[in-house]
């Protein structure tokens, strides 16, 4: 079965830190993974997938098949980053699962 | 372009009542979804529309809960009667989808419904 994890429920950071939120996932085949970002009183909307190797408003994430991972990462934190981030796992034909989510503080 | 529409916004009934939320997807999306997303946890998809056709429901508790998105647009998601862990904000994601790949899913603003 499908199955994503991220193991920090918040995660607080200063800005201008280095940023990495953990995704992990269980999926025997080949998935295809997601960032979606909840700003404060916003929807839920995609940061970035795996397929697409972008980089969006300067986070990336590498999928990592054989740690089965998909961190998020930031060189530096901007406090306009605070906010809940999801991890998702898909594959083909498959429905969509969703992380927990982690909150992300940046402190000023 | 207008984005995913839902309503009402909030929603407080008494268990054992009935209650139906609706969703109007962007134009031209075939594929809607409906996920739950309870205090502190992901969304979780309840039901996959591609089209007028039911995709995935493997996980709509369908004892009381149905939906349907006739014509192929909007939808609707009822559930009939509510139990007290049915609180939570119900999601409407819409997307294109062709093939069974997945296109970036756009939400609606969710409906918050608490049930006493």
């Known amino acids: 079965a499908q199955r994503v994890t991220q193991p920090e429920k918040l995660l607080s950071v200063f800005k201008g830190a280095p940023v990495e939120l953990k995704c992990n996932y269980s999926?025997?085949?080949?998935?295809?993974l997601f960032w979606y970002v909840q700003y404060s009183r916003q929807r839920l909307q995609l940061l970035l997938r795996h397929i697409s190797r972008e980089s969006i408003k300067g986070f990336t994430a590498d999928l990592n098949k054989g740690e089965t991972s998909f961190h998020l990462k930031k060189p530096f934190a901007q406090e306009e980053d605070s906010a809940m981030y999801y991890c998702?796992?898909?594959?083909?034909?498959?429905?969509?699962?969703f992380g927990p989510g982690t909150r992300l503080s940046v402190l000023p | 372009e207008a984005g995913v529409a839902q309503s009402p916004r909030y929603k407080i009934i008494e268990k054992r009542q009935s209650v139906a939320f609706w969703c109007n997807p962007i134009?031209?999306?075939?594929?809607l979804y409906w996920y739950q997303q309870i205090l502190g946890q992901g969304p979780k998809l309840l039901i996959q529309?591609?089209?007028?056709?039911?995709?995935?429901d493997s996980q709509l508790p369908k004892d009381r809960f149905s939906a349907e998105r006739l014509k192929g647009v909007d939808s609707t998601l009822k559930i009939q009667p509510a139990k007290l862990e049915d609180s939570a904000v119900y999601l409407c994601a819409s997307s294109l989808e062709l093939s069974g790949l997945h296109y970036e899913q756009y939400f609606g603003p969710g409906t918050r419904l608490t049930v006493t």
């Open positions: 529309f591609q089209n007028n056709g039911v995709v995935d």
């Open positions: 998702a796992l898909s594959g083909y034909g498959q429905n969509f699962v």
């Open positions: 134009s031209g999306h075939a594929t």
């Open positions: 999926y025997s085949g080949s998935p295809e």
